[in-house]
Each structure stands twice: as C-alpha cells, then as structure tokens.
C-alpha cells in the first residue's frame, strides 16, 4: 500500500513536469511527423527525444511552489482553461490553486482518507475526486460544494476519468471493477468485469465510443462505452500496468508498465511497439494535444519525450 502511495506520487510528479518538458522540447526545434492514418506504418525504433532527468534538470525551472498541503500529493490536474491547478492529497482534501499566482483558492473536503485521483469536467464546471474511502465525489469548482458521492466500489478507487461530452464517468477500482456513472444524476450506470487485479488507469477515447483500463492483471482492456461490452485485451507486459492513455486521433494506445512503454493499434488491438529506455517501472504515459510526441515518467527519476516517426 505504502509503496503504491509513493509510486502515485511519482506518476503525479511525471504528470506535472510534462508541461516544461514540451516547453523544453519546443525551444529545442525539435520536430516530428504527424501520424495520419495514410502514411504512418510502424518502425522497428522509435526516437527518444529529450529526456528530463539529474543530467539536465536545472534546464527545466520551477515557476513556483504551492503550498498547502499537509502530506503526500498524489494527483494534479489543469483545469480546461489552463488558469486553475487541482491537486488531490493523503490528508484526505483536494484544493484549487491559481495558476498565475500559486494562490490557494479553496479546500475541498469529505474524503475520510488519501485521495488518488482528480480530473476536471471538459467544461471546466466540475471536479471528480476519488481514494482510499471508495468514494467519487463531484464538486462545484467555482464554489469547492460537494454536489454528489457516487458509491458502489468496494475497495480503494485509483482513478476516475471524464467522458469527452462531460456526461459520463468512469472510475477504476482496487475491486478490479470500472464503473461508468452519470454525472448528472450520480446514477451507476454500467459495471465493466473482466480484470482479475487492481484496475490503476482508466482512459477514454477521443470519440467517447470505447475506455481503455490498466490493472495489475498486467493487461489493457477495451469496453464499449455504451454497453459495457468487453471488445480486447491487450497482453504484452510482464508486469502491473499503472497507466494507459489513447491518442488524441484514436489510433493509438500508449501503456506504461515494467521498463517499457508500449503502443497498441486502438482498432485491433495489436501491439505496434515497444519503446525501451527507462530503467525502472513507468507509472505515467501522456501524449502531446498534437499526438506528435509521446511522455513517459518512471521510477528512474527521468521523464523521456518521444517522436513517433
């Protein structure tokens, strides 16, 4: 459990540092081939671009320090607009901050115990927060009111995930369950069975049709939204899975696992890649808005940056 917490803060770190990762890439004149359906076709090696780690972290600077806090933080998510951070803590609250100023703009509490997860509607409007209590709660960002608790997990809930219409949410569970809920109504819409551990990451499509979840079972699996129907797993890693995210055109599914980050042919299922480098587990992959570049953060302290020819 302690070990995963840290594992948590280090994915959460990877997600933040991203940002100055790209702002880095983008000074550097870095450039790639957008993927189109047309003329990309998989290469036996991928290009590792920048990589943020001891040997070039005075490159990347903090702007500032948000304080608050008072133990581990596990998940930071920006608003739509870009102008408003949430962070999601152990000490069992999520608070808002001012991106420009650092400032702390509300406390979010009702969680008994850590929270995992936090994500923001695409409207901005709301925040789902879930953790240790089982629990995902939706809160009012303008005003930090607790709107409704959606409750049916069974054990600690690690990621909750918005559709990209806002109506929908799902959250993947330690109970090896994905729920899919109704924002709206807090209503439980549909129960997603199949993984036989911990389910870790939870992602939507681009198109709001299908969700991709990661487990401990050290798979990837693929469910139709709209009935809950399971359509593939995807098998490859050797060990937990801890984070998935899909392409901002579709195609793609990136996986980050053991000492690998692995890309899979959203359609199929078929594994495309494997992308070596890391030295340790990676808890984090996230792609760039343009689908051009591919982030993993790990175990190793690094975050790596690649261009997809």
């Given at each position: 459990m302690f070990n995963f917490a840290r594992s948590k803060l280090l994915s959460a770190f990877a997600a933040l540092t991203l940002l100055s990762a790209l702002a880095l890439l983008t000074s550097c004149g870095a450039t790639a081939t957008t993927l189109t359906a047309t003329s990309w076709t998989p290469t036996p090696t991928p290009v590792p671009l920048p990589t943020i780690g001891a040997?070039?972290?005075?490159?990347v600077a903090a702007l500032r320090t948000l304080t608050g806090h008072r133990d581990d933080v596990?998940?930071?998510?920006?608003?739509?607009?870009?102008?408003?951070?949430?962070?999601?803590?152990?000490?069992?609250?999520?608070?808002?901050?001012?991106?420009?100023?650092?400032?702390?703009?509300?406390?979010?509490?009702g969680h008994a115990f850590l929270v995992s997860s936090v994500a923001w509607s695409p409207d901005g409007r709301l925040i789902a927060s879930a953790g240790l209590d089982r629990i995902v709660r939706l809160w009012e960002a303008s005003s930090g009111q607790l709107l409704r608790t959606l409750k049916g997990h069974t054990s600690f809930v690690d990621a909750v995930a918005w559709s990209p219409d806002g109506?929908?949410?799902a959250s993947g569970s330690w109970d090896g369950i994905v729920r899919l809920w109704?924002?709206?109504s807090g209503q439980l819409l549909r129960t997603l069975t199949g993984h036989a551990y911990w389910v870790t990451s939870v992602a939507w499509s681009p198109d709001g049709r299908l969700i991709a979840?990661?487990?401990f079972d050290k798979t990837i699996r693929l469910w139709?939204?709209?009935?809950?129907?399971?359509?593939?797993?995807?098998e490859g890693h050797w060990g937990y899975v801890y984070s998935v995210a899909w392409s901002p055109d579709g195609r793609l599914i990136a996986s980050g696992s053991d000492l690998?980050?692995?890309?899979?042919?959203?359609?199929?299922?078929?594994?495309?890649?494997?992308l070596e480098g890391h030295t340790d587990v990676v808890f984090s992959v996230a792609w760039s808005p343009d689908g051009r570049y591919l982030a993993s953060g790990s175990r190793d302290g690094t975050v790596r940056i690649w261009g997809l020819p």
């Amino acid at each position: 459990m302690f070990n995963f917490a840290r594992s948590k803060l280090l994915s959460a770190f990877a997600a933040l540092t991203l940002l100055s990762a790209l702002a880095l890439l983008t000074s550097c004149g870095a450039t790639a081939t957008t993927l189109t359906a047309t003329s990309w076709t998989p290469t036996p090696t991928p290009v590792p671009l920048p990589t943020i780690g001891a040997g070039n972290v005075e490159r990347v600077a903090a702007l500032r320090t948000l304080t608050g806090h008072r133990d581990d933080v596990y998940s930071v998510a920006w608003s739509p607009d870009g102008r408003l951070i949430a962070s999601a803590s152990d000490d069992g609250t999520v608070r808002l901050w001012e991106a420009s100023s650092g400032q702390l703009l509300r406390t979010l509490t009702g969680h008994a115990f850590l929270v995992s997860s936090v994500a923001w509607s695409p409207d901005g409007r709301l925040i789902a927060s879930a953790g240790l209590d089982r629990i995902v709660r939706l809160w009012e960002a303008s005003s930090g009111q607790l709107l409704r608790t959606l409750k049916g997990h069974t054990s600690f809930v690690d990621a909750v995930a918005w559709s990209p219409d806002g109506r929908l949410i799902a959250s993947g569970s330690w109970d090896g369950i994905v729920r899919l809920w109704e924002a709206e109504s807090g209503q439980l819409l549909r129960t997603l069975t199949g993984h036989a551990y911990w389910v870790t990451s939870v992602a939507w499509s681009p198109d709001g049709r299908l969700i991709a979840s990661g487990s401990f079972d050290k798979t990837i699996r693929l469910w139709e939204a709209e009935s809950g129907q399971l359509l593939r797993t995807l098998e490859g890693h050797w060990g937990y899975v801890y984070s998935v995210a899909w392409s901002p055109d579709g195609r793609l599914i990136a996986s980050g696992s053991d000492l690998t980050v692995r890309l899979w042919e959203a359609e199929s299922g078929r594994p495309l890649r494997t992308l070596e480098g890391h030295t340790d587990v990676v808890f984090s992959v996230a792609w760039s808005p343009d689908g051009r570049y591919l982030a993993s953060g790990s175990r190793d302290g690094t975050v790596r940056i690649w261009g997809l020819p």
